[in-house]
């Protein structure tokens, strides 16, 4: 097993409560997961509300990939958390990124036009200064913690 999951090396030195949050922010993405993975529709239809009436095997079948996407990368999310501690600030960068560009694009670049948004839309607009907020204290060496 230690070759798959190798000792981690490097003592995380970031804010206490930023590898929780992480694994807060796993969760919040492995459940999205769950549901596009294995709903009938995907939540296309039931939760984000879109018309499936044209496309719709195109469209659930793109939630699904999106869903296995989100599977390895919530699991992955929970393994620095828990396991991968030094690596929190990078994951926070990656995710505010990834957000960032969810929200320019949902709201900016490529809106649907018929002025509806999935609650994921709203979600990642409140997530961005957290996540923000979160990388910084991630980086901010606690007192006592040598370098």
């Given at each position: 097993m230690s070759a798959l999951l190798p000792a981690p090396t490097i003592p995380y030195?970031?804010?206490?409560?930023?590898?929780p949050f992480l694994a807060f922010l796993a969760l919040g993405t492995i459940v999205p997961g769950l549901i596009h993975s294995f709903l009938p529709d995907g939540g296309a239809g039931s939760i984000a509300g879109l018309d499936l009436s044209a496309g719709g095997p195109v469209i659930i079948g793109t939630f699904a990939w999106a869903g296995a996407t989100q599977l390895a990368y919530g699991t992955l999310m929970l393994l620095v958390a828990l396991r991968y501690r030094s690596l929190v600030p990078l994951f926070f960068l990656i995710i505010l990124v990834e957000r960032s560009l969810i929200a320019l694009n949902t709201w900016v670049l490529k809106?649907?036009?018929?002025?509806?948004?999935?609650?994921?839309?709203?979600?990642t607009l409140a997530l961005l200064p957290l996540l923000a907020a979160a990388l910084y204290f991630s980086l901010k060496r606690r007192a006592g913690i040598a370098p």
């Open positions: 030195q970031g804010h206490k409560a930023c590898p809106p649907a036009g018929t002025g509806h948004h999935p609650p994921e839309a709203y979600v």
